[in-house]
Every structure is written in structure tokens, then in C-alpha cells.
């Protein structure tokens, strides 16, 4: 359910759109959350691993090039086994959200395991040197009322992982509510891009997904809204795809007057001008 916001939220400058770039770094645990086999396909298990060594570097020196503040979604598993991201990332600024721990999907897996999913990945994120996080995106963008209880018990200030709106609003589930920093599948590099050697996937030219997304970012200006746009550094970190998101990023710089702010950032926006569901 969302709150219908007659009003234009107001960004900080007076600037008439806002942006956050959002990056998944799903890594071996993008696989391994779907099945503990994937622990003997080292192809697979190093596709993942791309994501941190190549993709996030290139993000990195993007966003710093046009000093872009982001969020990075960082499951536990993915901390625990690159310790360095979780410091990369804080020096640059970026804000780390969590993730889960080993990218489990909350609809597959029991009521102890979703609590387990939730503290494992706290835990290695504390572990790695991170803040406890604002924000809450779940694995493959599927909560659960369970999850959601969890969320709103383990104290975090906003959720990532529903489309009820295409502006920021109030999720709401049997009485309780969290500020929603909506997503969408049209907004991910995954549908575009992904492809498996199980279930096959996209591949989608390149130019698509500058095309798509500016086409987004130039409603959401005519709207006065915040978007944000979603991607894993394995998928968006190859090369030709990468020129297209340098493509889009400079398009949005030139315009001069737009807001890139991390999602803790946005929340903290707007949750004064939104009414909270009582």
C-alpha cells in the first residue's frame, strides 16, 4: 500500500530529480544461495567472483570521477570473503546496505532460516568493518511477511526490495510500515543482462539499457521524483556494458542540477515530508 503524495518531495538545492545508483554485489554467493553445488563449478564460482575484482573497481573509479555517492547491497558471504571491498567502499564514501548473508531467497527457506539469513549477514558485515546498515534489500527482491517482521525488528531505517510506487512510500504489512525505497525489474541490469548455463537468460545490446533508463531518469524529472537504478558489478562491470552505464552516468552529469545520493541519504529526506500510515 502506498501513500499518495499530492505535493512534490523536495530535494536538497532545489534540485528538480533525484538519483541513487544502487549496486548488488552478489559475487559467489549469487550462486551459492542457489544451491551449496555450485561449490565444485569453479566457472561459475569465478563469475561471481569478476564482480569484485573487475566490476567494482570500474564503479568505483566512475563514481569517483564524477564524485557520485552510492549504495552497495553487500550479502554477508561476499564480506566475509572479500574483507578489502568492505574498506574500499567506506573510503570512498559509499553506503553499505545489507543483503543477507548468503543471497537466499526468504520465500524458499523456513522462519529459523530467514532469521539466521538476517543475523549471519549483520554479523560478517560488523565483522568486515561496516556500520550497522541503514537499509534492507532482499535477496532476488522477494520478502516475506517473516523478513519484513525482521526488518522492522533489527532497527533498519528504510527497505529496497518493493515496487508498490514509483516514489519513495511506506510499505506496509499487517498494521506495521517501513519507508520503501521502491525498485523495479525495468530498473536492474539482471533482466537485461543475465544469462546462465541452467536456465539461459538475456543479452540484450548494450545500448539498451542507456536507452531505457534515460528514459526513466527524464520521467521521473518531469515528475520531481527519486529513482533508483540497480546493478551487480559481474553484469554491469563487462566492458561494452560498463561504456553504456559511463554513458548514462555523464548524460545525468551534464544536465548539472541533478541530486545522486545514496539511499540512507534519500531516506533521510524524506521521511519528514512523508505521512507514515498509523
Known amino acids: 500500500m502506498s501513500t499518495d503524495n499530492k505535493a512534490r518531495l523536495q530535494w536538497p538545492k532545489k534540485s528538480p530529480v533525484a538519483v541513487s545508483l ?8 549469487g550462486v551459492l544461495g542457489e544451491s551449496p553445488t555450485f561449490m565444485r563449478r569453479l566457472t561459475s564460482l569465478s563469475e561471481g567472483r569478476f564482480g569484485v575484482v573487475r566490476g567494482v573497481p570500474r564503479i568505483l573509479e566512475l563514481l569517483r570521477r564524477h564524485k557520485i555517492p552510492a549504495t552497495f547491497f553487500v550479502p554477508g558471504h561476499t564480506a566475509q570473503e572479500h574483507p578489502h571491498l ?3 567502499l567506506l573510503k570512498d564514501g559509499h553506503e553499505i546496505g545489507h543483503h543477507g548473508h548468503m543471497h537466499l531467497r526468504s520465500d524458499r527457506i523456513s522462519t529459523a ?37 525482521l526488518v522492522l525488528a533489527n532497527g533498519f531505517t528504510y527497505d529496497s ?118
Open 22 to 29: 544502487t549496486f548488488d554485489v552478489d559475487a559467489e554467493a
Open 86 to 88: 568492505v574498506e574500499m
Open 113 to 149: 532460516e530467514q532469521v539466521e539469513e538476517m543475523q549471519q549477514g549483520l554479523e560478517s558485515l560488523a565483522r568486515a568493518g561496516a556500520p550497522k546498515p541503514a537499509g534492507y534489500r532482499s535477496s532476488s527482491w522477494e520478502l516475506t511477511p517473516e523478513t519484513f517482521e
Open 161 to 278: 526490495s518493493c515496487m508498490g510506487d514509483d516514489r519513495p512510500y511506506y510499505e506496509t504489512w499487517n498494521g506495521a510500515s517501513i519507508l520503501e525505497l521502491p525498485v523495479h525489474w525495468s530498473l536492474d541490469d539482471w533482466p537485461m543482462f543475465g544469462w546462465g548455463i541452467d536456465n539461459g537468460g538475456n543479452f540484450t545490446h548494450p545500448r539498451t539499457l542507456a536507452d531505457t533508463w534515460l528514459a526513466e531518469y527524464e520521467s521521473a524529472r518531469r515528475d520531481g521524483r527519486h529513482t533508483s537504478f540497480t546493478m551487480h558489478p559481474e553484469v554491469i562491470g563487462r566492458a561494452a556494458r560498463f561504456e553504456q552505464l559511463e554513458r548514462f552516468v555523464e548524460r545525468l552529469v551534464s544536465d548539472g542540477d541533478v541530486w545522486f545520493a545514496r539511499l540512507d541519504e534519500v531516506a533521510r529526506q524524506v521521511a519528514p515530508q512523508l505521512e507514515q500510515p498509523k
